[in-house]
């Protein structure tokens, strides 16, 4: 019998070791047939562990369970309730409610889960409330609505109600803090700090929405705080070249698809890197412009969660997770491969991949 002293020391060994991902199953092929895509972008999951894609050339939303069965979709090519033009990215609330972002269209829609229409809101322009270059959408834990889209001179985060009444906006075109060029992807965590890939500034920011804005923190605009930043351009651990989608994880780490190396990067939410997977390729575990990730945890023990990889130009969904290797640095950006079912273990780390138009 083991004791129950004995597990608490395997459990720590396991979450103080380190190791590397693995590549753990995928799903899609490119065409329009269910399970089939066509450039897929967005990815959210909500908390029954059902995965939400953004198959954007396809235009429309296909629902899976979390082990790539095939549930739903929904959508058609158009402007009316329930159609989509590009729908690149997509959200879930706490009561499964999907956001969905429909960027040639410049509005949100938002469905029940089994995609049944619910509202929409937005038109084209700059203004409150209207869309340009729409990106990222994101859901607090009250319900409300983050949107990032960046009209001329105005790249900027939108803040919307559950029912689309506008609340406040923050951001421009600029570098400095506070600033955008090309916002992309956005998450909010518990505690209701927002976290934005600056895509071509290549870095990360993190907001808090406090009225007043706590010690350490500085003004962007009335209740709106900007807390933290990091990233540059590069190909080195932390840098980033096209920062696009995040995550976020049970414990606030933040996950960031670093588009153009090919790649995953894993953070704390200070912004110190933690860990990395993905370089070029067509192979299992190997990624061509990944667009979005998201993480589910599937409960089981001695395995963290699962991490959910839109491998865009692949036309796939990668899954991949994190086992414990005393033989690997936490440090290091690890490639997690594995060929005709057999995992390999002795991957190198990834050179910086060329860049290759699909």
Known sequence: MISLV????????????????IFDFKWGTSGSAEGEFDGPQGIAIDSRGNVYIADSSNDRIQKFKHDSTFIRAWGTTGSGDGEFSAPVDVAVDSSGNVYVVDFANHRIQK??????????????GPGDGQFENMAGVAIDSSGNVYVSDAPRGKDRIQKFTTTGTFITKWGTEGTGDGQFRGPQGLAVDQSGNVYVTDQQN????????SNPCPTGTSQIEPGVCFVTKWGSFGSGAGQFNASVGLGLDSSGNVYVTDQQNHRIQMFRPDGTFVRGLGSFGLDNGQLRFPLDVAVYSPGIIFRDELVYVSDSHNDRIQVFFWEPDVHSGDGALENATQTNGTTNHNQNVSSNPQYEQK
């Open 6 to 21: 004995s597990i608490i020391l395997v459990l720590s060994s396991f979450q103080n070791a380190s190791g590397r991902y």
């Open 111 to 124: 469905f029940t889960s089994t995609g049944t229409f619910l509202r929409s809101w937005g038109t084209d």
């Open 202 to 209: 290549h870095r990360i920011q993190r907001f808090q929405l």
